[in-house]
C-alpha cells in the first residue's frame, strides 16, 4: 500500500479487507486482527501527515475537569470534610443542595477531578466497626413464638412426614393395627422413592388414617379434597397395589388398542411360558 500512490478503482478498499483477515502480534494486547475501519484511518493518517500522524496524541484538556469551577470546589470540600464518603453520597448531597447549576455530574466525572487531586481514596483509617450478634425485639419473638404454638402436633408429623424425617418404624409404631404393616413400608417406599403423584397418594392414605383434617391436607399437598377421596377409594377398593399401579382405564383411549395389541402380542411370544405358569399353579 505504502509503495503505491495511485489505486486503481476499488482496488484499495479490496487490499485493505484482505489486511483485516491476516493475524497479528499486536503489543499489550490480546487481540490477534484488525478492523477495515482502523486500517483505512491509519492509511489517510500516514497519507496527509506521514509517519508522525500515526504516533498516539496526549489530550490537551486530559487534565481538565469540564465539572463547573464552584463545583469542583464544593465537591473537593464534601471530600475534605469527609474522606469515607463516597461517590454516590457526594452527588446525593449536590441534588440536595442545588449546588450544580446545570445537570448534577456523573460519578466518573467526580472520581476523575478527585483522582487530578490526589485524594480519590480513603485518607484516613476507618473505625473499627463493632458487630454485634443480632437479637430479635420482644414484639418479633412473641409473634414467633405464637407461629410456633399454632402448628398442632398433626401438622408437625405431616410436615416431618414430607421432609422425611419419619423412619420406617415410627410410622409402624404410629399405625399399628390401623394399616397392615407391610402396606406401611410400600406407603413409606412410595413417599421416599416414587413420583409425585404416588407420595401424594400415599401421603393422603396416612394422614387420613390419623385423623388429620382433609383442609391441612389439602394446604400441604397443594391438592384438592376430591384428590384425597380418590386415594382413599383406591386404596380401599384395591388395596395398596392399586395406589401404585397403572390401571387399564387410566391409558387414554387413543391408546387402548395398542395396549391390547401389545398384551396380545406378548401372549403370543411367551405362551409355553404361560401354559407353565398355569400348570404349576403359580
Known sequence: ???????ERGELKFIISELATYYYDIPNSKRTQLTEKTI???Y?????????????KVRSDSSQSKIPKRLQEKIISLKNENPQISLDSIRDHI???????????????IYRLLSQKGISGSSKPT?????RKFKPSSASKCYCDKLRINLNENEIWLRKLLQGKLQLDVLTKDFDNLIPQEDIRVLYDCIIKKPLRYRNRAVCIL????????KIISDYLFISPSTIDHSL???QSGGVEAVISVHRNAIPKHKQQEYIDKLFQFYTHHRHL?????????
Open 207 to 214: 394422614a387420613v388414617s390419623k385423623k388429620i383434617a382433609r
Open 44 to 56: 489517510y493518517l500516514w497519507k496527509h501527515g506521514g509517519s508522525d500522524a500515526l504516533e498516539p
Open 274 to 282: 404361560m401354559a407353565l405358569i398355569v400348570l404349576l399353579g403359580v
Open 40 to 42: 483505512e484511518s491509519w
Open 95 to 109: 441534588q440536595e443542595q442545588g449546588v450544580a447549576t446545570t445537570k448534577t455530574p456523573s460519578r466518573s466525572s
Open 1 to 7: 500500500m505504502i509503495s503505491k500512490e495511485h489505486f
Open 233 to 235: 377409594k383406591l386404596y
Open 127 to 131: 473505625d473499627i466497626i463493632e458487630r
